[in-house]
């Protein structure tokens, strides 16, 4: 099957994706008119209204009656992230001035909640935009096929082709459909829930809407340039942790949890690996500020409750500039967002479940060492015993995720330093290399709207492979370089 004849497949689906997010996109209009900006209402109106066109024009491509193949909905899930970032970013050109780079960068940083920047000044941006950038994290972080599954209410094999291409493997329901409406009662749920906890601390209810929606999201972008030490508030900032924590939890649990009742969080293993390395990453980083950078212990506490619980998370909130801390501390935060929170969560980074499942296949493979091939030795995750032919096929996959994960941090690492030259500690840019593949968020300085044109591209190239998690990425590049054969 050729690629044209792929497309033709999957093409009326991407089509329906985009008018059914075009519909989302308009939210932020509503905010332009509450406030009265009208000068937003143009720049902002773009983005749903190409989207509605391009779904259109791609809906009534002649649909070829048959299933399409893994690769075409990888290469499809991958497009439909990079042309919706592409259109997102129109407000930020027609409202603001700012170059179309700079625009698709924020764009980017918004649906894969990586919560990086290219605004020189955060409280000069109309609400609407503010708005546009809490709603893109938050709607990146349940996912846009997810979103879309959800609202189209159609199933088949294409549907859940393109929901597990996204990253997206839990399957709380029979079907995608089910499992997309049941993972939106949760996210709206946890959102009420995130913004009446934050409102707790005192701050207006403007700032606490889109706190919770970028922290529920495990995002990161914030209405202020100074972010979270804008407010100098300590209950918002203990306030804010337990909800970046809700959204690197498996949704799975909370299911579970509303469905039979009696669920244990620490019966998880991901959940009890996340606790285990917030724990963690506060003794380390508190140690680590009161013996290497003379803080005193409260301060110390507090900076590593924060900034451990958000990196873990993959969260770009920061109480404290990295950069200002010693090496080892920035690459001990920088290990906590490589692992992330867990699959089936809002969260970026490599994911817990690829954490556990790698240790427990190492475990595994040395264990079959010092018996007798004959011997067979069985393989458990998550309590169950897994057939050797499944398991020696999903370490592998899981491997090579974890893998190319590296490579790509250790690739870009090395591009960065070259395209941008700097007087930044070397493992400043590892670290924001690092928080962009793994759509952390949280910053040394490096990334600014200063940069040269070809690191921004990078930098987008990154956050849009580490959201999709490799694979959907190189599909699709692998697929436009076939053409080229």
Not at 139 to 160: C, E, P
Not at 275 to 286: E, T
Not at 413 to 426: C, G, K, V, Y
Request: glycine share 6%; aromatic share 10%; hydrophobic share 55%.
């Amino acid at each position: 099957m050729d690629r044209i004849e792929q497309f033709s497949i999957i093409a009326p689906d991407i089509g329906n994706i985009f008018r059914y997010m075009s519909i989302a996109t308009a939210v932020p209009l509503v905010v332009a008119v509450i406030y009265r900006e009208w000068e937003m209402i143009l720049p902002m109106v773009s983005v749903p209204v190409v989207l509605f066109l391009l779904g259109s024009l791609l809906v009534r491509v002649p649909r070829e009656e048959r299933e399409a193949p893994l690769s075409a909905a990888l290469m499809a899930v991958a497009l439909i992230w990079l042309i919706i970032a592409l259109v997102s970013a129109l407000p930020f050109c027609l409202g603001l001035g700012i170059p179309y780079l700079d625009a698709v960068f924020e764009a980017m940083s918004g649906w894969t909640d990586t919560g990086l920047t290219m605004m020189r000044s955060v409280d000069d941006l109309p609400r609407t935009l503010l708005f546009w950038r809490s709603l893109m994290q938050w709607l990146g972080g349940i996912g846009i096929v997810a979103f879309t599954i959800a609202m189209a209410s159609r199933t088949g094999l294409t549907q859940f082709r393109l929901y597990r291409s996204e990253g997206r493997s839990e399957a709380l329901m029979p079907s995608v459909v089910a499992t997309g409406f049941e993972m939106w009662k949760i996210y709206l749920a946890l959102t009420a829930a995130s913004i009446a906890l934050v409102l707790v601390s005192g701050v207006p209810l403007w700032d606490a809407v889109n706190i919770a929606l970028v922290a529920i999201a495990t995002g990161g972008f914030s209405v202020h340039s100074e972010g979270i030490p804008f407010y100098n508030n300590p209950l918002l900032e203990v306030l804010i942790v337990p909800v970046m924590i809700a959204g690197a939890l498996p949704f799975k649990l909370y299911y579970l949890l509303y469905r039979q009742k009696g669920v244990r969080f620490f019966e998880d293993q991901q959940a009890r690996l996340l606790f285990m390395l917030v724990a963690l990453g506060i003794v380390v980083i508190a140690w680590d500020l009161v013996t290497l950078s003379a803080t005193d212990l409260p301060t110390a506490i507090r900076q590593a409750l924060f900034m451990s619980a958000a990196a873990a998370t993959s969260t770009g909130f920061q109480v404290a500039s990295p950069n200002e801390w010693a090496s080892v501390t920035v690459l001990f935060l920088a290990m906590l967002m490589v692992i992330g929170g867990s699959s089936g969560s809002t969260a970026g980074g490599i994911k817990l479940s690829r954490v556990v499942l790698g240790f427990q296949s190492l475990i595994w493979w040395f264990r079959r060492m010092f018996v007798s091939g004959k011997v067979l030795v069985p393989f458990k995750y998550d309590g169950k015993v897994i057939p050797k032919n499944v398991a020696d096929l999903e370490v592998s996959r899981n491997m090579l995720t974890i893998m190319l994960y590296f490579l790509i941090i250790f690739v870009a690492t090395i591009l960065a330093m070259h395209l941008q030259p700097t007087s930044f500690d070397s493992s400043n840019v590892i670290f924001e290399v690092v928080s962009a593949m793994c759509n952390n968020g949280i910053s040394t300085g490096f990334i600014s709207p200063d940069m040269a044109d070809s690191a921004k591209a990078l930098f987008i190239m990154v956050m849009w492979i580490g959201r999709l998690e490799v694979i959907p990425v190189i599909m699709l590049v692998m697929g436009v370089l076939k053409r080229f054969d």
